[in-house]
């Protein structure tokens, strides 16, 4: 009977260390997939959306974006990788308000996107990857000067 305990004990151990393993696995794999996107793109793309849209529907793809940013050079592409600096990780993620998109882009060739939640909370940002399984709570404020870069910078171009 001691045995046949011990034995079940043992394995119990080995199972659930098993599934901290496969977790840390996982994140380590979101977090290297995300920043190989990010190293790879040669032009970042946000769409943002009517934040009233974000309330009626999850994918704010099927309507047309209020405004367009684009990250184009390598100074604006490291400066969205600085806003991810000291984020929080989360795992899933239902049912977010999108209120923005991010469209990753090597040449004409999208690597990915995520979209973005502005609402739900006061001051951070959701990041989340496009099926929800994984997000970075950001700094509200890193967000909104990074786009404010970004208009500031689009708007020189076109002077």
């Excluded at 929800?132 to 786009?147: C, G, P, V």
Aim: charged share 30%; glycine share 0%.
């Amino acid at each position: 009977m001691k045995k046949g305990f011990i034995i079940i004990l043992v394995s119990i151990l080995l199972f659930s260390c098993s599934d901290k393993t496969q977790n840390t696995i996982q994140n380590i794999w979101e977090d290297y997939s995300f920043n190989t996107t990010i190293s790879n793109s040669t032009q970042i793309i946000i769409k943002s959306y009517d934040s009233t849209l974000a309330n009626k529907r999850v994918n704010v793809e099927a309507y047309i974006p209020s405004k367009i940013y684009r990250a184009r050079t390598k100074k604006q592409l490291e400066e969205f990788d600085k806003i991810f600096l000291n984020t929080e990780k989360t795992d899933y993620c239902c049912c977010p308000k999108n209120s923005y998109s991010i469209h990753f882009l090597n040449k004409k060739e999208e690597l990915d996107y995520f979209y973005v939640d502005t609402i739900e909370f006061k001051n951070k940002v959701r990041i989340c990857e496009k099926s929800y399984q994984f997000s970075y709570i950001i700094n509200k404020q890193n967000w909104k000067d990074y786009l404010n870069e970004l208009e500031k910078n689009n708007q020189n171009d076109r002077n």
